[in-house]
């Protein structure tokens, strides 16, 4: 097993381009999750899954974001009509429910995709 | 107000000194406390978590957590320059809410 892994690592766009990620997380973690973080602050809470159902969305995800996971596997985070102030890490992390012990938010991350919108 | 503050920084230490960063949170429903540590341009990996007022060690690092005045703190001892990073506190409320409210992290240099 060798984490999450995202791809692309970065990604530069030119404005109203539609970009998509993907993350491939922890085998077996039935939880991923999608953050947005932004020079000198912590990730933000996007959205985030359990098998394939998406869960809650922030509402910093915009009609504009879109995330899937259509197999309880992958996933990706689409964001349509790009925008600069959208340039930031793209965070995926996962977490299983099933170890037991309650420890069911001890979450795994990414090393990210860094989108630059120019 | 913010649901996660954390102490402004950065913070420059010497090699060897114990470092004590903070955070406090308002949101009651928070149970469970994490500090993550993020190296430049990657991902943040999980430090130390717990779910109960006290102290918790591991290592060179303590995490304390009093939720009566909800105030978090991780101490770390004999500090190295490998712990040069931002830490990140993080809570969350477990169970079906499980997303993390992250603090803004605190960006830690140790001189050798």
């Known amino acids: 097993d060798t984490g999450v892994s995202q791809d692309p690592r970065h990604k530069i766009t030119k404005r109203g381009q539609n970009v998509t990620f993907r993350c491939d997380p922890i085998s077996e973690h039935n939880r991923l999750y999608w953050y947005r973080q932004t020079l000198g602050q912590g990730p933000e809470f996007l959205t985030y899954?359990?098998?394939?159902?998406?869960?809650?969305k922030s509402r910093l995800l915009s009609d504009r974001f879109s995330a899937e996971r259509p197999k309880g596997s992958f996933s990706t985070l689409e964001i349509q009509r790009t925008e600069q102030g959208d340039s930031a890490m793209y965070l995926c992390a996962s977490s299983s429910t099933l170890t037991g012990g309650g420890l069911d938010t001890e979450a795994f991350f990414g090393q990210g995709t860094r989108l630059t919108v120019v | 107000q913010k649901e996660v503050e954390q102490d402004p920084g950065p913070l420059s230490v010497p090699e060897g000194a114990i470092v004590s960063l903070n955070c406090t949170y308002s949101?009651?429903?928070?149970?469970?406390f994490m500090w993550y540590r993020q190296y430049s341009r990657k991902g943040p990996e999980l430090l130390m978590y717990?779910?109960?007022?006290g102290n918790k060690e591991d290592g060179r690092f303590t995490a304390q957590v009093d939720k009566s005045s909800k105030y978090i703190s991780l101490f770390i001892r004999d500090s190295q320059p490998s712990d040069s990073a931002t830490y990140l506190c993080a809570e969350g409320g477990g169970g079906a809410n499980s997303k993390l409210t992250f603090g803004k992290g605190i960006t830690l240099s140790v001189r050798p």
């Open positions: 949101n009651s429903a928070f149970q469970y």
């Open positions: 899954f359990q098998n394939e159902a998406q869960l809650e």
């Open positions: 717990t779910y109960s007022s």
